[in-house]
């Protein structure tokens, strides 16, 4: 057994002991009914198992954790989930999802396959959405190419929201908090005839901000957001389930007031952007999925229409007052600059699968995705009037002229078909087979104008009308092995590949990157496979008073993503490490030492190293955007008050994040961030007031550090009350 091993397997062992005796942390939370029986039931392997006996590393909340948690945004599950990270960035369409070293970054495909509904985001922007009436939510760690195809190389985010009521209900919920903010939520359902259901669902947030422009003297990360969900589920038969949805998300904010530092642990200068700027996020979404349930098993149909539109304005490097400026300094002017992405999607995704319940288990299917894309980024000259959109075509403000403008739009269309069969061999024994073929067109059209083509002497440019194809595909197998020499004891262990689309850079950004000393660039990024081992363990221990689960890992990653923003051109690029060798383990687990007391803990390791890439200096580097570990640690307490109704429940949430490196030189490395978060709840049953804190001890530390010595801050302490009615 590898060195490497031996200290992974040392320290799994030592931590077990360790966080079983700590004050700790709640990674994997299932109420305390559901943990008696054993009977929280997860979705993500694409069939109902319940979460102890599903052979696969899987952290879920259902709706009572999630209540209880005061999760209402990804940054709030993700921060109790081992081995996940999340790194939030220059605006709301960049989130970058990390799962066990598997990255995302700028204009990249995501790490994850994001499903909601049934329904897989279509692009990474979607992700950082507003969490309001939600059923359960599940981290699917691995990947899960078998079963999600494209983009679940890291794993998959499964999100159920709550569906149409047998009877009438509804909930009312009201929050304040120090931004000055506040939080509305409201919902309804219930029967409008024996074979039609309801469901409407919205959430209304505004806050000043929390973060201090200094120039401004305002915050620079004000907020404003609404989303609507409504859903009908008619059923008019037995047999057949209709299940129509549409959603809304319009969210107003800012972006890009980053600092510029040497140091990614420098968090000493205050945002001083001279231009407040704009971040506007508009995202709909319709679908329909049709279940139909025979003797044999079920056929389901999904299909889904998305449009997502963001526009972004504010500075530009250096981030800095006009007259304080690098630029102005060498040329007399200053820039600022604009963005934007416009999104639309349809597609479908038909499944045809056996019972459950048999021996043996079979489904067959096929996907289909078109997606158009339209992106532009550009810099115009900052004159001190502020800074104004620009969409598809060039700025002729005097305001605010352009100074550089790149535009391009891309036509992918992509399908798969799949296979998953799986056969128990007795009650103790079975194997599941997964097996998954994805093709990916690719259709890249330059727009920019002939004017604004960058132009490096001695380097080829791209041309305005340029048209470049490429298409990416790959099989995607899963096997897996599971084992139960007891009721209370799941082992298992096998084989996955996922696999991630390539794309394209500004035509010429090879060449100047090698010009100008870069490297891992070319004109066309590729795709990346990652090819992973697991084994696993499962354990209800003590009539149930400990549940302890671990998982240890080795991935192989082939053409992992990098960030590089070349200044000579102006353009924003990825770049491919030919190969990254990823192990790790995860060990989550909780005890409950007595009546409503939950003690929660979690841990996860994750070992980079960059075995291949052209630079030999960086071969055995830490990969980019990979934190050493995860830690969770946390504790709730739930009891009477009083012979009455009324509840109090105690909870706090401590995440520690290890080292961090950001990029391939390992230039520099954030050391360890720790965030506590606390809540303290009336429980009336029929109503609850709550006051919380998120970074209780107001913890400064940069959510983010780019190539160029961008830093992004993240949020400082939150506080404020919540109150819920339902009826």
């Known amino acids: 057994m590898p060195a490497i091993w031996n200290k992974m397997l040392l320290a799994g062992s030592v931590s077990v002991v360790a966080l079983s005796a700590a004050a700790p942390a709640l990674a994997q939370d299932q109420p305390t009914e559901e943990a008696a029986s054993g009977e929280i039931v997860v979705t993500a392997l694409r069939r109902d198992s319940t979460l102890q006996d599903t052979p696969a590393a899987i952290t879920a909340f259902n709706a009572e954790s999630i209540e209880n948690a005061g999760i209402d945004k990804a940054a709030d599950f993700i921060g109790l989930t081992s081995n996940v990270q999340l790194i939030e960035t220059q605006n709301a369409g960049n989130a970058f999802v990390i799962i066990r ?34 059923e359960q939510i599940e981290i699917l760690k691995g990947p899960q190419g078998g079963l999600y195809g ?11 929201t709550k569906q149409p009521s047998d009877q009438f209900e509804g909930r009312v919920f009201a929050g304040v908090d120090n931004g000055f903010g506040y939080t509305l939520r409201a919902g309804i359902s219930g029967p409008i005839s024996d074979t039609l259901k309801f469901r409407l669902s919205g959430s209304y947030r505004d806050t000043n901000g929390y973060i201090p422009n200094t120039f401004l003297g305002e915050d620079a990360d004000p907020l404003e957001d609404i989303s609507l969900r409504g859903k009908l589920l008619w059923t008019p038969t037995d047999q057949l389930t209709v299940d129509l949805r549409a959603s809304m998300s319009l969210l107003r904010t800012q972006a890009l007031y980053y600092n510029i530092v040497a140091d990614v642990n420098d968090t000493s200068l205050p945002v001083r952007v001279n231009n407040a700027g704009q971040n506007d996020r508009d995202i709909y979404n319709v679908s329909a999925k049709i279940d139909y349930k025979a003797d044999w098993g079920s056929i389901t149909s999904v299909t889904s229409y998305d449009t997502l539109s963001e526009i972004l304005t504010g500075d530009a490097f250096n981030f800095l007052p006009i007259q304080e400026s690098l630029f102005f300094a060498l040329f007399g002017f200053d820039l600022n600059q604009s963005q934007f992405l416009d999104v639309e999607a349809i597609s479908q995704d038909l499944r045809i699968q056996s019972n459950d319940d048999n021996a043996f288990t079979w489904s067959l299917g096929g996907y289909f995705i078109d997606t158009n894309r339209y992106i532009s980024t550009g810099n115009m000259v900052d004159t001190g009037q502020g800074v104004f959109p620009v969409f598809r075509t060039p700025s002729t403000d005097p305001r605010n002229p352009q100074a550089t403008f790149l535009a391009d739009s891309q036509n992918n269309f992509a399908w798969a078909v799949y296979a998953n069969i799986g056969y128990e061999f007795s009650e103790a024994f079975r194997v599941d087979a997964s097996l998954r073929y994805d093709r990916d067109k690719r259709r890249n059209r330059t727009l920019t104008p002939t004017a604004f083509i960058p132009v490096v002497p001695g380097f080829p440019t791209g041309t305005t009308g340029e048209v ?48 100008t000393g870069v490297v891992g660039v070319a004109d066309i990024y590729e795709a990346e496979v990652a090819d992973t081992f697991e084994i696993g363990v499962k354990t209800n221990l003590f009539d149930r008073m400990l549940t302890l689960n671990a998982s240890a890992y080795t ?31 995860e060990i989550d687990g909780t005890l409950r030492p007595a009546r409503g007391w939950d003690i929660n803990f979690g841990l996860g390791v994750t070992y980079s190293e960059i075995k291949e890439f052209p630079d030999p200096t960086v071969i055995g580097n830490e990969a980019p955007f990979i934190s050493r570990y995860t830690l969770n640690l946390g504790t709730q307490y739930e009891t009477n008050l009083g012979d009455s109704d009324l509840k109090g429940r105690i909870r706090v949430d401590y995440n520690r994040t290890g080292k961090t490196w950001f990029d391939v030189p390992n230039s520099t490395v954030r050391r360890p961030v720790d965030l506590v978060n606390a809540r303290l709840t009336l ?22 550090f780019s190539p160029g010595g961008f830093v992004f801050k993240g949020r400082p302490r939150v506080f404020g009350l919540e109150a819920l009615y339902k009826f």
């Open 555 to 585: 991935t192989k990653s082939e053409n992992g993503y990098f960030f590089v923003f070349l200044a000579a051109n102006s353009t924003q690029n990825l770049g491919n490490v030919p190969e990254v060798r990823l192990q790790g383990f």
């Open 150 to 160: 494209r983009n679940a190389i890291g794993g998959a985010i499964i999100i159920n």
């Open 683 to 704: 429980d009336g049953g029929a109503w609850s007031l709550t006051a919380f804190s998120d970074n209780l001890f107001n913890k400064r530390y940069n959510a983010e």
């Open 468 to 515: 470049r194809r490429e298409t990416f595909d790959e099989w995607q197998p899963k096997v897996t092995l599971t084992y139960k020499p007891a009721e209370n004891v799941t082992i298992y262990g096998g084989y996955s590949r996922g696999f991630r689309s390539g794309g394209f850079n500004q035509t010429g950004v090879g060449a100047v990157a090698a010009g």
């Open 101 to 134: 070293g598997i990255t995302q970054n700028r204009n990249s495909e995501p790490s994850v396959a994001v499903v909601v509904d049934g329904v897989q985001q279509v692009n990474a922007a979607q992700f950082s959405q507003e969490l309001f009436d939600i």
